[in-house]
């Protein structure tokens, strides 16, 4: 009994982490679709079904003009309002609102999935008050707390209280601005403007430490200390707030990367690409339970830091005006809006099925990278 007690929890140990990682997507699906439909239900606009789940039907019931379903697959969910349809006699169908609470109902699924962005944030941050050593019960800040004598940023000109503005053009709002603003630069001398004694200072070619990765690769190296502030409610709340704007600059500027020509295809991932890194996350935050708590906290806060991201990122790329995702709808409402007459049916449903037959060709290619980079390993 021992050997296959001891092989079903390995396989359990497997499992788990890829359930929670696809679970974690659900939610963010059905959250998507929670944010229309209660927005929709706001405007008194009819809304003909909301599903939870995906695949066959388990169970379906209705209440008022809506059928409420239980599919099989605990994940993802759908909100129909027969918003696709070119006419419609009911007043209060999709098609006949106002612009204005249309475009409110389109953008709402990604409003939500960005609040739970933020929400997921504020957990990882006051995660911290969890931290076996008190010194470590802190809240990360973009403030100098010790910058060393002989170290390359000390005779750059960074003191002690210094806060980090700006690197280069783009504003720092958070500790994690100044890694990503750094990795983004070949050589770590950047122009820096910090706030010492209440003015701002611009110091101009400022160079930063560079160290040498496991793998050989050369990337920035941190040689001073940050301040860290107590795990209150309002430190948490601020700050929640001040990651999810660098978490959603890191996003754009991301896309601009991309779109430069600084990532290839290898560099972007998919679905199954992301619900592997988030299974590696939980898998290592399950190897450090009951051996080292600091460090359990440490993996539990990056895959919560992980899934804050992947929940703007999500909400994010959905207002883009792509066709045939709410972002490209809500470019036709504006559109519709300004010239203060609806684009042609036809036309706007001819532009989202191309965009939706490219974005699912893409998909494609993307998924076939991930899985055989998967087997790869």
Known sequence: MMPLAISL????GKVWPIGLAILFFGVLILSHELGHFLSAKAFKIRVTEFAMGMGPKLLSFGKGETKYVVKLLPFGGSCMMDEDVEHSDDPRAFINQKPWKRFIVLA???IVNILCGVLIAAVMLGSAALQPDPMHRLIGTPVVRAS???????????????????IGSHKVFAYMDIRFLLSRDSDRIVDLTVERDGQEILMRNFAFATGEYEDGTKGYAQDFLLLGVP????????????ESLSMSRLVYLSLLDMIGGKFSLRDISGPVGVVNIITEQAQDAQAQIGQDKAAALDALQNLLFLCALISINIG????????ALDGGRLLFTLIEMIIRKPVPRKFEAYVHAGGMAVLMLFMVLITFKDIVQLFQK
């Open 9 to 12: 929890s390995a396989v359990w």
């Open 231 to 242: 795990v209150t409610f309002g430190n948490t709340v601020k700050y929640a707030a001040a």
């Open 108 to 110: 709402a699924g990604a």
């Open 148 to 166: 060393e004598a002989g170290s390359l940023t000390y005779e750059s000109g960074l003191r002690e209280g210094d806060v980090f503005k700006k």
């Open 316 to 323: 994010l790329m959905n207002l883009l005006p792509i066709p």
